[in-house]
């Protein structure tokens, strides 16, 4: 690994599967000093050729029972591994890491870089609320189409096509404008995070120079992302209706809705298989389709404990923006004329520009706290991965220049290569 956030793949080619290393397997045989040096002609390129210190700064090593002594007794076979704490030059030890640390990890970065990681956050969410608030006030404001399905039961079709086109026109644009300010965000945050790792501050600038020339390959595997996604929860109604339209709707209903679970099971499965995707294209710069398949390498007998992560992740996100919309969405219909009963009923029937600026202030506020949240936990994922699989930690280690990692012996390639 390099000393900048450009980090690559130890070992062949990401793609290699040949290349994935047992973490824990090296680390035992190269404490008990039992594993075979490699010559340095043969060390895989971007590993580091310092490996773990000796039993004294890492894990310890049985002692050997004193003649006449059974194992068990006291000066016999000690069966308990002695490991010395991970080193820890930035916001997380390096070592393989626990749920709350990953959590913790992102939460330390927010503390310990506020400032890019403030302005970061903060300017990407005022941009996507301004576009969201100027489009709504000035094309959207008036929701006659939504009053009138309020107040009318029978609605024609005509009437539901263009309450529905209005709303998803707005709506398309939000999630356009969403997109795109979380791909920057995503982007320069993930520079940030990797910088927090090695202890090292990062200014917005840095952050801006590391991540550009990737913003559009970034965008590109986004948007393919999202297609596979979205694509495989399609499908899976496709065969329901399918079969209405052939003259047997109870049938094709049926169909229908056991194929979107179906279809529902694979989105989910194909989102956390593609969760790593991006932090590897940024950190390793790899292309878009081999970040897919680095994610989907990553996460290769993992990916319970990966869904587990991404669902507590985004069920705190959802709480915090709950959180945050009740005060803003009361403020709002207070000082949009519909007062608090209106909001309760439902029936806020215009969107006046105080309502949308008090609403905006709220999304501002809550984007802010849960984009580094979850940019970093999906970061901290990614080097968690690698470091079970790669024994990341050794590359890590050396670039933060901890003492007994900074060696480099004449045979190993440059950093990153």
């Known amino acids: 690994m390099n000393e900048s956030p450009g980090w690559t793949s130890p070992g062949p080619s990401p793609s290699d599967p040949s290349g994935d290393r047992d973490r824990d397997q090296d680390r035992d045989q190269t404490a008990s000093g039992n594993a075979p040096k490699a010559p340095a002609q043969q060390q895989p390129t971007g590993w580091s050729a310092q490996?773990?210190?000796?039993?004294?700064?890492?894990?310890?090593?049985?002692?050997?029972?004193?003649?006449?002594?059974?194992?068990?007794?006291?000066?016999g076979w000690n069966t308990n591994w002695q490991q010395a704490p991970a080193a820890k030059p930035g916001v997380i030890p390096l070592r393989p890491l626990g749920v709350g640390e990953i959590l913790d990890g992102a939460v330390s970065t927010m503390r310990a870089h506020w400032r890019p990681v403030l302005g970061i956050a903060l300017g990407v969410a005022v941009v996507i609320q301004l576009v969201s608030t100027v489009v709504t006030g000035v094309w959207f404001r008036d929701n006659g189409s939504l009053e009138a399905l309020q107040n009318n039961p029978n609605p024609t079709t005509d009437e539901i096509l263009d309450a529905v086109?209005?709303?998803?026109?707005?709506?398309s644009i939000t999630l356009l404008a969403t997109m795109?300010?979380?791909?920057?965000?995503?982007?320069?945050?993930?520079?940030?995070v990797s910088r927090a790792v090695l202890g090292r501050p990062v200014s917005i600038g840095?952050?801006?120079?590391?991540?550009?020339?990737?913003?559009?390959r970034l965008l590109g595997l986004s948007f393919l992302v999202l297609l596979i996604v979205i694509g495989a929860l399609v499908l899976g109604f496709v065969p329901g209706?399918?079969?209405?339209?052939?003259?047997?709707p109870g049938s094709g209903a049926a169909l229908g809705l056991l194929g979107g679970l179906g279809g529902i099971v694979v989105a989910v499965w194909l989102w956390v298989r593609f969760a790593l995707s991006a932090p590897a294209l940024m950190l390793e710069r790899q292309g878009v389709i081999t970040s897919l398949r680095r994610s989907a390498k990553l996460v290769r007998g993992s990916w319970w404990r990966i869904f587990g992560i991404l669902a507590l992740t985004l069920i705190l996100v959802t709480v915090i923006e709950?959180?945050?919309?009740?005060?803003?969405?009361?403020?709002?219909?207070?000082?949009?004329?519909?007062?608090?009963?209106?909001?309760l009923t439902g029936e806020v029937t215009s969107f006046t520009w105080p309502y949308l600026i008090v609403i905006g202030i709220g999304a501002v506020i809550a984007a802010t706290i849960t984009l580094p949240l979850s940019a970093g936990v999906t970061a901290l994922l990614y080097i968690d991965r690698r470091i079970r699989r790669e024994a990341l930690d050794l590359e890590l280690?050396?670039?933060?220049?901890?003492?007994?990692?900074?060696?480099?012996q004449p045979g190993d390639s440059a950093p990153g290569s």
């Open 51 to 75: 490996q773990p210190p000796p039993a004294s700064q890492g894990w310890g090593v049985p002692g050997a029972p004193q003649p006449g002594q059974q194992p068990g007794q006291p000066g």
């Open 165 to 171: 086109n209005g709303t998803l026109s707005s709506q």
């Open 180 to 192: 795109l300010g979380t791909v920057i965000a995503t982007a320069l945050l993930t520079i940030v």
């Open 206 to 216: 840095e952050a801006w120079r590391e991540a550009r020339p990737l913003l559009l």
């Open 241 to 248: 209706l399918l079969l209405a339209a052939a003259g047997s």
């Open 322 to 343: 709950f959180i945050v919309s009740i005060p803003t969405a009361l403020l709002a219909a207070i000082v949009g004329g519909e007062g608090v009963g209106g909001l």
């Open 397 to 408: 280690a050396r670039a933060a220049g901890v003492p007994g990692y900074t060696t480099q």
